[in-house]
């Protein structure tokens, strides 16, 4: 099914051979499209995909879209994901479904406080749900909103303002029925024409929701153009939409943020054309879950309140949620030990050891559907003068170079598994079956650099000769050839840490990588508008099928960082 890359051994090869012209067929893998100009038939791929009946037809053709998005070598998978977090032994209640999302209504406190304090990150990016990009953005999302399902507690979806629905006998049209009684945070009542203008909202292009391509299965979406999305309100409590394909996911999709409703009054009076967000970047404005943002310190703390007029309100017992607005996780873990926060979603790297080795009931280690990556602007002035194959094989040896049973072992110390594929392990297939059982197939050795050393960083070198690059007797690019590149990322002790891993792996054959580190916030909108070289990135799925992440590889998605097809 896959097309693997074949790992060469050649025994005759010397490191400090001359520049050689090599077939380039020999260097990359059949796969391989042009990740500029050809990038429609990828587009297309996905298209068929999403209306693709067969599902054993259609596992196929992910395995065929993974296979061009690794030949290409902008995305280099590094390990796959697991979650860390530090919980005070009087917290409870509090869960995480596979796809990072954290819920928080549901936390009781043994030490008689109503007010759980925590941290989750810095500065949030977006609070609007259809605009949110981010796991903690989710997070914020998900406990001060709700859609028609959520999660529970064993990671399941379960109606949220939903009752139920009823579904054609072709799959292509539901029929959601909505509790009776719903109100916004206001008192105002909240109806299915909330989930119509919202739905719509979120796929109009004037919003630029990086999200808006999860409606392309709904009847008349059309990608980046304003669009008749098939969805209505037949009443205050029934919501009708369309389908073109049956989607084994659809229950997902009503539970993911881009999916929640926002109330049209408010949005329409405080967002601008420039600023489709802006009606809530301050505190006090209506939501529809279990809390309700009601102070907000730019960069300092958040203050969210229970919502007496939340569908289950009855079952929320902390009052009260005060957001640590930090990056800097050594600060994080000192406010945790001090008892500043009841809980915090980061854990300084120097101190993971001590709490494997002391076995802290309070560290969590949690298991999560997704791939930690680095990734390659595909329009990058790295690759000017260089053809298809050139490119991508050039990408190819820095993959090969990075040594992922180190940063697993020493930086993450957590069970990471290193990373050959951008799939994680585990992950359905959409047939019943899992999309990959382990890490003995993929596109790559990830242990190479470990097991045969010369010979890996001898292929790395042929790959980078194959480019174009010359290299001297002791093995190290020649100063006619150089490379430089930055790379970027996020204040993070473990991001910061793997980064300059990676620079002395690339500095083994002379590439000179600097690192640049930048405020969250900053950070995204870099990645997003493709102000990089090679960035640090990061995908936890949203719902457990493939398409997830193949999709937001399109050209017109938000989260097509690599700049595929522009």
């Known amino acids: ?45 996905i298209t068929q995909i999403k209306a693709e009946t067969d599902m054993a037809k259609r596992t196929e053709m992910m395995h065929e879209a993974e296979d061009i998005l690794m030949a290409t070598y902008c995305v280099i998978p590094i390990y796959y994901y697991n979650d860390v977090y530090m919980q005070k032994d009087y917290v409870d209640g509090i869960y995480s479904n596979p796809f990072a999302t ?20 810095s500065e949030p990016d977006y609070l609007d749900p259809a605009l949110n990009s981010s796991v903690d953005g989710a997070c914020l999302a998900a406990n001060s909103f709700s859609g028609l399902y959520t999660y529970n507690a064993d990671g399941v979806t379960v109606p949220a303002c939903a009752e139920g629905y009823e579904v054609t006998e072709d799959g292509l049209t539901y029929t959601v029925t909505l509790k009776e009684g719903l109100k916004w945070s206001d008192g105002t009542d909240l109806t299915a024409a909330d989930f119509e203008y919202s739905w719509k909202r979120a796929t109009d292009p004037a919003t630029a929701a990086d999200y808006a391509y999860m409606f392309s299965g709904f009847d008349g979406y059309v990608e980046g153009e304003t669009t008749d999305l098939n969805v209505k309100a037949l009443d205050d409590t029934t919501l009708q939409f369309v389908l073109t394909a ?11 943020p881009t999916f929640y409703p926002v109330q049209k009054a408010w949005v329409e009076e405080h967002a601008t054309a420039e600023a489709p967000g802006a009606w809530c970047q301050e505190a006090g404005f209506p939501s529809n879950g279990a809390y309700v943002c009601t102070g907000w310190s730019h960069d300092t703390s958040m203050t969210y309140e229970k919502n007496p007029l939340w569908y289950n309100a009855d079952q929320v017992t902390v009052e009260k949620l005060e957001f640590m607005l930090s990056a800097d996780d050594t600060a994080i873990y000192a406010a945790y ?28 280690i949690v298991d999560e559907l997704g791939t930690y990556y680095a990734a390659f602007n595909a329009k990058s002035s790295l690759f000017e003068g260089k053809t298809t194959e050139q490119a991508a094989a050039m990408r190819e040896a820095f993959s090969l170079l990075i040594d992922r049973d180190y940063i697993c072992e020493n930086i993450g110390q957590t069970g990471q598994v290193a990373a050959n594929a951008y799939i ?13 059982e382990d890490t003995e197939t993929g596109y790559y050795d990830p242990y190479a650099i470990n097991d045969d050393y010369d010979a890996t960083v001898a292929r790395a070198i042929e790959l980078l000769e194959f480019a174009g690059y010359e290299f001297g007797d002791d093995g190290l690019l020649s100063a006619e050839t150089p490379i430089s590149i930055e790379y970027l990322t996020n204040e993070n002790s473990g991001h910061i840490a793997i980064a300059e891993s990676m620079q002395q792996d690339f500095a083994a054959v002379g590439i000179d990588m600097s690192i640049q580190v930048q405020d969250w916030n ?32 399109v050209t017109a998605s938000g989260n097509n960082d690599c700049q595929f097809g522009r």
């Open 337 to 364: 030990n001090d008892g500043s926060i009841d809980f915090a979603d980061s854990v300084p790297t120097d101190e993971i050891a001590t709490l494997l080795e002391e076995e802290n009931p309070e560290f969590h």
């Open 1 to 45: 099914m896959k097309k693997v890359i074949a790992f060469v051994v050649a025994a005759v090869m010397c490191i400090g051979m001359a520049s050689s012209v090599f077939a380039a067929e020999a260097m990359v893998s059949d796969a391989l499209i042009d990740p500029s100009a050809d990038w429609a038939q990828y587009d297309e791929l």
């Open 522 to 553: 900053v950070f995204l909108e870099e990645r997003k508008n493709g102000n990089f070289d090679f960035a640090r990135e990061g995908w936890i799925a949203d719902f457990n099928d493939p398409i997830n992440m193949l999709e937001m590889w």
């Open 102 to 121: 954290k819920f928080f209504m549901y936390t009781t406190m043994a030490n008689g406080s109503d007010t759980l304090k925590l941290n989750l990150s």
């Open 424 to 436: 994680p392990i585990g992950m359905a297939d959409g047939n019943g079956g899992i999309f990959k």
């Open 246 to 256: 049956p989607c084994a996911y659809i229950e997902d999709l009503m539970a993911f």
